[in-house]
């Protein structure tokens, strides 16, 4: 189901995450519950997650909204592809973004960075995190296209 479908039936149970992301990958939508990641400038984390099993889940990363420095590349949407992340919805910057965009995955960013993030394994994983306006657990649901990124405490679809 699309967002603007979702939003036109359940406009009471959904939060748009208002901000200007950027698309990037093959998949035209998602959905699935959030595991959240907070962290700047350092992928550490988000490595450390996506290397485990997704099970369909939404990868949630508040990274405060920094574009100088990336936080994702294709090694790591690869691992979100080979261990079952729906998707990915970053409040920062990607780089590989071509690479990513022939991949069979969805990322939501802020923009581009050539520039590799740190290593210190520094952040929190699995608190509540707010993004565009919108406070996310993890369990929250997380509904993505082309439209924009929606968030619930319901399953919709």
Known sequence: ?????????HAADLQLLHLPFLSF???QSFAGQAQTIKCFEDNTLIRAQLETPGEGR???VDGAGSTRIAVMGDMLAELAI???????VLSGAIRDSAEINEMN??????GT?????????LGMVGGAVRIGGVV????????????GVLASSLKLI
């Open 82 to 88: 080979r261990n079952n992340w729906a998707g990915v």
């Open 136 to 147: 996310i657990s993890p369990g929250t649901w997380i509904y993505a296209d082309a439209d």
């Open 58 to 60: 939404v990868l949630v």
């Open 25 to 27: 990958g093959k998949k």
């Open 105 to 110: 995955t969805l990322v939501f960013a802020l």
């Open 113 to 121: 960075s050539p520039v590799k993030s740190s290593k210190d394994g």
């Open 1 to 9: 189901m699309k967002t603007a479908d979702l939003i036109d039936a």
